[in-house]
């Protein structure tokens, strides 16, 4: 059997010259955190559900997009929720973001992806430093 990848995210299998097309499933790549303010337009929308409805809904909407909804916890103080996801990139997180935003439910939703801190140290170890204008 011989494998080949086309564009990415389909595989073409070769068997007894049977070819048989099979996309792949979406391979989550990073961690975004999703720390929010509602509006008063939120808050007044939560009175009328709940922590299971509100996980529901939200699931399924960053499904659509192909991402996965972790963990949702409710905070006090100047935010009220914070979730993360699995996503694909951060043009994908950006897009749920954006959408979010647009409902009107929220004052305030600062997207956080996670990062790799040693990759970032070590690129910032490699470079040793900023040459400041006027010193090159």
Request: proline fraction near 4%; charge should be negative.
């Amino acid at each position: 059997m011989t494998t080949s990848k086309l564009k990415l995210d389909i595989i073409i299998v070769l068997q007894d010259a049977t070819v048989t097309l099979s996309k792949q499933p979406k391979e989550m790549t990073m961690k975004v955190f999703f720390l929010g303010a509602y509006s008063d337009k939120g808050r007044e929308g939560m009175m009328s559900s709940s922590y299971d409805a509100r996980v529901k809904a939200v699931s399924a909407m960053v499904e659509k997009a192909g991402a996965k909804l972790g963990s949702v916890d409710y905070l006090q103080g100047p935010f009220d929720v914070i979730a993360d996801a699995e996503v694909d990139s951060y043009e994908t997180a950006s897009g749920l973001q954006a959408i979010m935003m647009a409902s009107g439910g929220w004052d305030e939703l600062l997207l956080l992806p996670t990062m790799d801190i040693d990759k970032a140290l070590n690129v910032a170890r490699t470079v040793g430093g900023y040459p400041m204008p006027g010193n090159e």
